[in-house]
T-cell receptor
Framework: AQSVTQLDSQVPVFEEAPVELRCNYS??????LFWYVQYPNQGLQLLLK??????LVESINGFEAEFNKSQTSFHLRKPSVHISDTAEYFC?????????????FGKGTKLSVKP | DTEVTQTPKHLVMGMTNKKSLKCEQH?????MYWYKQKAKKPPELMFV???????INESVPSRFSPECPNSSLLNLHLHALQPEDSALYLC?????????????FGSGTRLTVV
């Protein structure tokens, strides 16, 4: 079975500072990896995903994540955050070739960006 | 159209009421999902429909009854709910049951049971 650990439940940071949200996973088989963002009172939006190929993936709003197979990690980073990045961030894994119900979420990290 | 649309956005219902949540997508996705999300928690899978057939029921109580009338629509019928069922109910879809990409989520229905 797969599992996801988000080590930090809350990350406060000042505007324009860099941030890293940590995600580690456990799986005996190959997985796809995802980061979702949830703004207050909204649903989840896919931020970025790793399926195969380059281990560094980027989103359109400046976030990036790097798949590290040896450390079983998929940390999310942004070099300079904005107030509008305040949200809950969920890391998720899905077994390659797995059934449709097999998207496993971490417990989430609340990013609070302060002016 | 790249969205999953959920209605209503907010719903307050009594424990004896019957209500339905609706979800619609026009992306040609053949897998659709219901999730339940309590405050400060990740989403929990409730049901999965694949090609309009129920394929996964995560031991959800029978007071929740899903329905997939066609490939674009997914309903969740609610009856005799309890206050602890109050939560954000999220619908999602994906191209196929084994699609590599992520799911597309709707904005959710915030349900309050009084």
């Amino acid at each position: 079975a797969q599992s996801v650990t988000q080590l930090d439940s809350q990350v406060p940071v000042f505007e324009e500072a860099p941030v890293e949200l940590r995600c580690n996973y456990s799986s005996s088989v190959s997985v796809y990896l995802f980061w979702y963002v949830q703004y207050p009172n909204q649903g989840l939006q896919l931020l970025l995903k790793y399926l195969s190929g380059s281990t560094l993936v980027e989103s359109i709003n400046g976030f990036e994540a790097e798949f590290n197979k040896s450390q079983t990690s998929f940390h999310l980073r942004k070099p300079s955050v904005h107030i509008s990045d305040t949200a809950e961030y969920f890391c998720a894994v899905k077994k390659v070739g797995g059934s449709q119900g097999n998207l496993i979420f971490g417990k989430g990290t609340k990013l609070s960006v302060k002016p | 159209d790249t969205e999953v649309t959920q209605t209503p956005k907010h719903l307050v219902m009594g424990m004896t009421n019957k209500k339905s949540l609706k979800c619609e997508q026009h992306m040609g996705h053949r897998a659709m999902y219901w999730y339940k999300q309590k405050a400060k928690k990740p989403p929990e899978l409730m049901f999965v429909y694949s090609y309009e057939k129920l394929s996964i029921n995560e031991s959800v109580p029978s007071r929740f009854s899903p329905e997939c009338p066609n490939s674009s629509l997914l309903n969740l019928h609610l009856h005799a709910l309890q206050p602890e069922d109050s939560a954000l109910y999220l619908c999602a879809s994906s191209q196929d049951e084994r699609q590599a990409g992520g799911y597309t989520f709707g904005s959710g229905t915030r349900l309050t049971v009084v």
